[in-house]
Every structure is written in C-alpha cells, then in structure tokens.
C-alpha cells in the first residue's frame, strides 16, 4: 500500500492549473467515433484511466478479442454493453470485483428486448455478461431511471443506427440528468435527429457525420476540490484552464454553490479564474440537492462539514452505486474526524457545526478518486494530511497531485504510513 503525507507549508501559489478533459464528453466522442460514417479526431482527449480503458477496449473489440475487461470503469461497461449488443458478435465483458457489484440489469433487459442474445456469466444482472450475437431492431422502451443516467446514454448512442431508431421513456424521476442531456448535445453535434419530452427522448435513424475535429472541454467535476482548496487558501487566485461558460456538464452548477461573499468566479479567454478574500466562508447553514451531480457530493458536503457548518444534502441515493458506496464511506471518514453526520434513510446527509483542526489518521479512499480528492483540501486547515492509495486519483486526474504541489503543498509518497 502507498500513502501520501500532505504538508501546507505556509504559504500557496497562485497561477494556472491545465484540468484534464471531461471524461464523460471523452468517453461519449470516442463511443461516437467508432459509430460514425466519418474519421474525425478528437482533441483534449482525457488522460483519466477511465478513458484509456475505454480507448484501449474500443481496439481490442475491433482486433476480434473475446474477453473485453473494463476494470473499474463504469462508464466503459454501461457503454460497451449497448455497442457490444448492437455489434453482434460473441464477446464476454467482465471487469474488477467492484465494478461486478454495481447494477447492470436494466440495461440488459432494455437490449434483450431489442433482441439482443446475451446472458450473465455469475450473477443475475451484474457482470460478467456474454455476448452471443443478435441483430437488434428498432422499439419504445420503459426503462427505470433511478439506478444510472448511463443506461440511457449507451441506449440513446446507439440508436440512430437501429433500422426505425428508438424511442426511450424513463420510469421515475431520472438521476443525473445532465449527463443524458450532455450525450443528447453530443449525438446533435454529430447531425442525428433528436425530438425531447419530458422523460422520453425519440432518436431517430440516421448517421453520424462529425466535423473534422472535436474539442473535449476541461473537466468541471475535476474543478470542485479546487473550488474548496480556494476556500480556504483565502486569499487566493487560480485559473482553472478550458471550462467553458457554456458547458455540456451538469457539475458546472458548482459556481451555484459558491456565490457566497468574498469569493468571486470570472470566465477569461484561457478559462474560469476564481478568487478568494479573507472575508469569505460559506454559509452557516446550507441546503443543496446533488440529484443531478452527484459527482460534486463528496467535495462539497466535506468543505461544509469542515467549515463548521449546518447542512441538509439530499439527492444522494445512488452515491451507494459508485467506485465505492459513497453515502456510506462519507458517513463513515467525517465520523473518523469527529465531525456530526446524520443520515436519513440512503439519500439524505445533515451535518451539525463542527469546524476541523487537526486530522490523526489516515483518511481511507475505498479505491474511490473522488474521496482522495475530496479529502485532499483539508490539509489547508489542519496542516498535514495522510492520504491512502494516493494512485486512485489516476481514474479521472492523473495529474492532481502534481498540481497541489504547484501551489505549494508538500507531497511526499511512502511505502507505509508515515509519522505526521
């Protein structure tokens, strides 16, 4: 096991961090791209391990391998099952243990509908799944909209190309919608034909044809713990390099987080440049709902707890469905730092006043980017900091530590736990 001693040296740089591409556009273009009528090449594409995986399985589907094996990346599997599907050839998707906990079966049962051959090597409606041919035609499906928006992206991607297109109706309110709405952007930009309803989405049959080149816009969901380590580096001045005021990604509604007093957000040419007084701090008492991004929970409800707030978090209910059982996980790491949590039921966190000054243990990542990097900012406030697994932040931000280490933080990796 690595570990990473994190040390605030007194004193933080400003500047310029280059956030790696979004990795949810990333995955999407290079699903598109194999689907596409043209070559077209993308740019900025995403140096996260998710979409290398996804890169690197996309080559070995097209080199005639049997057994494609995603690892940890959920997005790949969602992805790959639908294309897979739609390929009709015999191939087997399996991927690491955690990845074979996380649910699969209304994706399945979505495809074997459209007549697609294929059936759970171990357990019912997780992988590994085989793939065993089938030519899939055109439908209206139900599909429940509670556990993944990405059952809907990997339906909705391939669907120009059924005979009569498909059309999809969610049952129940869907979760993470952005990232449905973000893939719905991208098949438009690619010049397939979309009609939207509230809940329902009918694509119909036709090519994708990309202009020549297609830029990945920076990761928003990369920008939260930097929001937070502003927070409390005040004062402070970074630009988050290539966020687009316009974005396609559902995490830019961060900025609604943060119009708070003295901290300031302005979009220039080279991206977004957020400023901190010493005057600012968040509010004594936060409400926000995560329904739509989940991915910004964990850095958020830690800032607040940390900050010594008050808080309701709700929309948290499929946090239990990612990397790790996230609701769980944060439950239990803000506990281990004698901070107040209470849940209610699996979707809803409150947080009682407490602010932090010094952590003595190790915090935990669980095998889980986001909690490494959603922890990682405490280090402004309690002056050391010990990180377990450090390497997980490879999965979305290869480059994380590299980067708190241009602003001044000491890193320094270690083989065992260090004294601190």
């Not at 273009?29 to 290398?52: H, K, P, V, W, Y």
């Not at 049962?109 to 697609?116: H, I, S, T, V």
């Not at 937070?228 to 830019?252: E, H, K, M, R, T």
Request: glycine share 8%.
């Amino acid at each position: 096991m690595k570990y990473l001693l994190l040390e605030h040296m007194g004193s933080i740089r400003g500047g310029s961090i280059a956030l790696p591409g979004s990795k949810s556009i990333s995955n999407r273009l290079l699903m598109m791209q194999i689907l596409a009528e043209n070559d077209f090449r993308i740019e900025n594409l995403s140096s996260a391990a998710d979409t290398c995986i996804m890169k690197q399985a996309l080559q070995d589907i097209r080199h005639g391998k049997l057994v494609i094996d995603v690892g940890e990346a959920g997005t790949a599997a969602r992805f790959l099952t639908a294309y897979l599907a739609w390929l009709g050839q015999k191939h087997i998707l399996t991927g690491a243990p955690r990845l074979q906990e996380r649910p699969m079966a209304p994706l399945v049962e979505a495809l074997k509908k459209l007549g697609a051959q294929m059936n759970y090597l171990n357990k019912e409606g997780f992988l590994p799944i085989e793939f065993q041919g089938g030519k899939l035609h055109s439908a209206s499906l139900k599909v429940p909209a509670g556990f993944s928006s990405q059952f809907f992206s990997a339906l909705l991607m391939i669907a120009p190309l059924l005979p009569d297109g498909l059309t999809l109706v969610a049952e129940g309110e869907p979760v993470s919608l952005p990232y449905i709405e973000m893939t719905l952007e991208l098949m438009r930009q690619g010049g397939v034909e979309i009609s939207s309803k509230p809940k329902a989405w009918t694509v119909y049959p036709g090519k994708y044809i990309f202009p020549s080149i297609v830029k990945v816009e920076a990761d928003w969901s990369a920008a939260a713990p930097w929001f937070v380590f502003s927070l409390w580096a005040a004062p402070a001045s970074i630009v988050l390099n290539g966020l687009n005021p316009q974005s396609l990604q559902g995490d830019s509604k961060i900025l609604q987080f943060f119009k708070i007093e003295g901290f300031n957000s302005t979009f220039t040419q080279e991206g977004l440049k957020i400023e901190s007084t010493p005057k600012c701090s968040l509010p004594a008492e936060i409400k926000f709902d995560f329904t739509q991004t989940p991915d910004l929970a964990l850095s958020l409800i830690t800032a607040a707890a940390a900050s010594g707030c008050k808080g309701t978090f709700s929309g948290l209910h499929n946090l239990a469905l990612k990397e790790s059982d996230r609701f769980q996980v944060l439950i239990d790491e803000l506990r281990s730092l004698k901070l107040d949590v209470n849940p209610i039921g699996n979707h809803t966190l409150q947080i009682e006043g407490k602010s932090i000054s010094k952590i003595s243990q190790v915090i935990k990542t669980y095998n889980d980017h986001r909690i490494a990097m959603a922890f990682a900012p405490l280090v402004l406030l309690t002056g050391k900091i010990c990180i377990e697994n450090p390497g997980v932040v490879s999965k979305s931000y290869p480059d994380f530590w590299k980067h708190l280490a241009d602003r001044g933080i000491r890193t320094s990796f270690y083989n065992e736990i260090p004294a601190f």
